[in-house]
DNA sequence: TTGAAAGCGCTAACAG
DNA sequence: CTGTTAGCGCTTTCAA
């Protein structure tokens, strides 16, 4: 009299496409087409499959179908944190491209750290993902290895390079540096300080922007560097520092709008009027700088197109509208836009 | 001579468990305990599937694993958006906890509509996640079905309410209206305007702040309603509209620092001083309004507690340390803080 | 401590 | 148009 009961889902089981296909009358194979492939069962059939899934509530079970098609419709995404409005914009753009698309984002943050990168990796490749998308060029070599070894669509973000691993979609670092430089020249600045976090591409920025003061025979009379992520508060204590030095700058170059806003707070303090005393340049998302920095000068980035092109392009990839390409860089670009004071 | 070569892993197929086997000369199922229960196997079997681990490159499929096991590590986690730094720091919060444990996080974002909510949730739920993290307790009738059937832990996170789905981690947005109602009413103010989004938590607490000026025999002199997410810029112009109707309010409610911020500026630029003219007060993390608002009083959340308590409930309701659990309520609380002025 | 067999839920390939 | 068979890569019995 302990006999299973097997006529009906049992409780507490999900209920499988055998027991759709059990109460549509029908084969697990036909259920699995009236879902996937409509187009290629018999009205008849399908009306019966759709009924069954109503009445069995009935949910697909991905993690069975991925292994069999051997593709999982997941997509990984790794940046180095959200709590930069600026990656919160692309990682926007990215999951709604993607889901548009019918993939579903796995996100991972990073920290700016290349070792947890790497451990992100490892644990997100083992659910296979059709395609990747990573912030910035720089990543450990067995993370190298691991994602060649993947064998999937790949595109780079935030950064423009030599050595892409597939695709890239990005702009220059050491063009912002310089374009920012040679924008406060032609401004008539002569004597510059900076405050920068210490991050690689801000770094690359950094560098641009000396190198460009370098070939006009001038070096900034303060660089302060702070470490990644730099947060509003550091900003502000930073320029607090450069004043008590004496250090009296026409123009301050920051490596983010963040700090730009610090050094801002502080001048406000201080009565130093920006841009009436001093010039004040940072680095940021449009939509952000718009909303907090409405009196300075910014270089504007559009972390929104990043990701669209990013999930344009491993989307196609990834359906393999174009066969293993070569490696394709996009420059997205910046601008420099001066805005009204408030 | 079109034999295909079976005896070392193909090229284009990445190793499986089998492969490893065959390297290291033992059977799969060793290879298996070798990586999940260590402790289960001998030294030297245990030395030679970490030597064949190396040599193949093999990385565990997760797909399978997760299919035989059914149990996924995998975790839903669904806000309203990234782009709001308090549920930034959520996210970061959980995804940051749920690592550490070893799980990973699959990101939906629905917009602050339920109707988004529901199509990601039927995306998600395909794919077996062991938990699911939400944001309000604001659900389609479908999605309530589909959440039920799942029959996995469930975290609504970000409100406090009666009838949850099982556990909920959050504060009531009707106290934080009549906290900040009481602690103007305090200062002595009596003539007030509000500007308010208008999503349900939004509602709320403005509820509750009309509601206590109520009690107290005051309305406000006017009440502008913005359409979620309300932007900085709107902020601003709401501020705008209210003054050109000659409404001169001793004290400025606002559903969010974003929007106080749009009120501060617009003020700054017509010489009304805060908060020495005028009272503003906003709502929003502790982080985030430190920087951005430096002069003026807001409601502060702690955007990380929510993700932190949340998370590891939905973790310690996974590993099933409870049974079946009478569903739990968090007050994580608020408070409302006055910053000195920059 | 190790292995063989069976199966997780689904779909590709082939037949009918 | 529909069904049968086999298998995706892993883990759970159970037995040795």
Chains 1, 2 share one sequence.
């Not at 180095?80 to 999951?95: G, L």
């Not at 990073?110 to 997100?124: N, T, V, W």
């Not at 030599?162 to 050491?174: E, I, K, M, N, Y």
Request: hydrophobic letters at 40%.
């Amino acid at each position: 009299m302990t006999e299973r009961q097997t006529q009906h889902p049992q409780r507490g089981r999900a209920p499988t496409l055998i027991d759709v296909a059990k109460v549509a009358g029908v084969s697990p194979i036909t259920v699995s087409r009236a879902l996937n492939q409509p187009e290629r069962v018999s009205e008849k059939a399908r009306a019966k499959v759709t009924a069954a899934v109503e009445k069995t509530g009935y949910l697909p079970n991905m993690l069975a179908g991925s292994l069999a098609t051997q593709s999982s419709r997941l997509v990984a995404l790794i940046v180095p944190t959200i709590a930069n409005p600026i990656f919160a914009e692309t990682v926007r753009a990215i999951t709604e491209t993607l889901e548009q698309a019918g993939y579903q984002t796995l996100l991972g943050l990073s920290g700016y750290s290349e070792a947890q990168e790497q451990d992100l990796l490892e644990a997100i490749l083992c659910r296979r993902p059709d395609g990747i998308i990573l912030t910035g060029l720089n990543h450990t070599d067995i993370s190298r290895t691991r994602l060649k070894a993947a064998a999937i669509p790949i595109v780079e973000t935030w950064d423009l390079g030599d050595q892409p691993l597939d695709a890239l979609v990005g702009f220059s670092h050491l063009d912002v540096g310089r374009s920012v430089g040679q924008y406060l020249l032609n401004q008539g600045h002569r004597r510059f300080a900076a405050i920068s976090a210490d991050d690689q591409r801000a770094e690359d920025r950094l560098a641009g922007f000396i190198q460009v003061l370098d070939e006009a025979g001038i070096s900034p009379d303060a660089v302060e560097r702070l470490e990644t992520p730099a947060r509003f508060s550091q900003g502000r204590q930073a320029f607090a520092r450069l004043l008590e030095q004496e250090i009296r700058a026409e123009a301050v170059y920051c490596s983010s709008d963040t700090l730009a806003q610090g050094v801002l707070t502080e001048a406000r303090a201080r009565n130093i009027d920006i841009p009436g005393d001093m010039a004040l340049i940072g680095f940021g998302d449009l939509d952000f700088a718009a909303h907090t920095l409405p009196s300075l000068t910014s270089v504007q980035i559009n972390g929104a197109e990043i990701g669209y092109r990013a999930a344009q392009h491993l989307l196609s990839a990834m359906t393999g509208e174009h066969p293993p390409t070569e490696p394709v860089t996009i420059d997205v670009g910046f601008q420099i836009v001066k805005r009204d004071s408030a």
